[in-house]
């Protein structure tokens, strides 16, 4: 099936990407069993998950669009939503217009200070921690309230309910999202959800129109965890199956590669330094694109693919081997990039922007160490030691961290600064005080 029949059905790429990011997605896996907290949430009503579910139907297009993860992921995402301009308001074509492309919406981060970042779980074999976490993010987003303070054991604060929720971390996502997704099948929700590994393997699988290799470039500890290729299995076993209606007929030969070279400062070394590992790998089908997973470097792909023509348009034996590894097409992305086109295509799809004219609002919120919390169970600074943090067990009547409006006194000045280079318009409407 080719891409252009989906045209007649879409009105731009991102709603086309997150039309594709469902129904290439199998059916729910019959192996699959949810973590309790997931089942709480839509069995049992007296529980304080299914709590934060009630009246939900009741949400309209002025809910915010929520951002949960790590520190810094969670600021480039909602730096990018703050400021994007990609498509026309008007059409959803994709081109700038000089609007906000989510103007008059509320861009909420969440910063899971507390428990991030998640490698520490799977080295721990402690993996239901992380499918928890996601799945406690995922709820408070949806919540209209929240703690205080870190004593406040009642949630007496009020906040913004969430639309949809980005969860900004590949390993956090890779391990929950199926719980998540299982809440809002079960619980009937209107609540989207969207994650960086598939959506940024469905822009890539497809945007190409023949047989080729995805590839990932990623920090080791992403690698080993197995979050991607776990991910495109489950994508390509429904595109690459005769009998579905988005039949890819290649599908069933690509693979995804992921790997970890050295990246540096100079793009044109850094492109090579892919290609080199994956010649070194043993791989040369060529690729229809590469994943850049750091959410960090997300400001480096457009360099990267400068770099990338520079390369190919020169005559060296070099280039001739490195255009063999390429097909038509062929880009370094972000998923930082695709997240955000993907919001804008499910906002769109379902009629749920606010259709206000005005700049992008934002509010934040971080998880803090819960009261409860004693006092040898944490580190210098006050956060969870580590040992204590990553063997912490799901399921557990303890609450070790809650969720609150963002307070300026739980970041450190580092904290501050790294906001500030990472998402300067974030940094301006949470940290900095005219």
């Avoid at 089942?39 to 009246?55: F, M, N, P």
């Avoid at 799901?394 to 961290?401: D, L, M, P, R, V």
Wanted: hydrophobic content about 40%; some cysteine; aromatic content about 10%.
């Amino acid at each position: 099936m080719k891409m252009t029949r989906f045209n007649t059905y879409c009105m731009s790429g991102a709603v086309l990407s997150v039309l594709l990011l469902v129904s290439c997605r199998r059916e729910e896996n019959v192996n699959f069993q949810p973590v309790g907290l997931a089942v709480e949430a839509v069995s049992d009503t007296a529980s304080v998950a299914a709590g934060s579910l009630a009246g939900y139907q009741d949400v309209g297009n002025a809910a915010a669009i929520a951002v949960f993860g790590g520190f810094e992921e969670t600021a480039v995402l909602a730096e990018r939503l703050l400021t994007a301009d990609k498509f026309d308001n008007v059409d959803a074509k994709a081109r700038p217009d000089g609007l906000p492309d989510f103007a008059g919406e509320t861009v909420m981060p969440v910063f899971d200070m507390v428990n991030a970042p998640y490698a520490g779980y799977i080295s721990s074999m402690n993996e239901n921690f992380v499918r928890e976490t996601a799945v406690k993010g995922f709820l408070s987003a949806l919540s209209g309230h929240c703690a205080s303070s870190a004593f406040d054991h009642g949630h007496s604060a009020v906040k913004p309910r969430a639309k949809i929720v980005i969860l900004s971390s590949s390993l956090m996502s890779g391990y929950g999202s199926r719980d998540i997704e299982y809440i809002i099948r079960n619980a009937g929700l209107s609540a989207g959800v969207l994650n960086p590994v598939e959506s940024a393997v469905t822009h890539v699988l497809f945007k190409a129109d023949s047989a080729s290799n995805i590839g990932v470039w990623a920090a080791n500890e992403i690698v080993s965890s197995g979050v991607y290729g776990n991910a495109f299995r489950d994508i390509r076993s429904e595109c690459g199956n005769r009998h579905s209606e988005k039949y890819l007929e290649w599908a069933g030969t690509s693979e995804i590669v992921c790997l970890s070279p050295d990246y540096g400062p100079d793009a044109d070394e850094n492109v090579r330094s892919f290609f080199d590992a994956y010649l070194s790998a043993n791989y040369h089908t060529p690729l229809s694109g590469v994943i850049i997973d750091d959410f960090t470097r997300a400001c480096d792909v457009d360099s990267l693919n400068v770099a990338l023509n520079g390369i190919l348009l020169s005559e060296s034996p070099e280039s001739e081997i490195y255009r063999q590894l390429v097909i038509p097409g062929f880009r370094f992305v972000s998923p930082v990039e695709t997240l955000a086109e993907d919001c804008y295509g499910w906002l769109r799809e379902n009629g749920r922007f606010t259709h206000l004219v005005a700049m992008p609002a934002m509010t934040g919120y971080m998880t803090v160490v819960s009261s409860e919390v004693q006092g040898g169970s944490l580190d210098a600074d006050g956060w969870l030691d580590p040992e204590f943090k990553y063997n912490r067990a799901q399921g557990s009547g303890i609450e070790t961290f809650r969720f609150i409006p963002l307070s300026h006194s739980y970041f450190s000045e580092k904290d501050q600064e790294t906001m500030k280079a990472l998402a300067p318009e974030t940094y301006k409407k949470l940290i900095y005080v005219y």
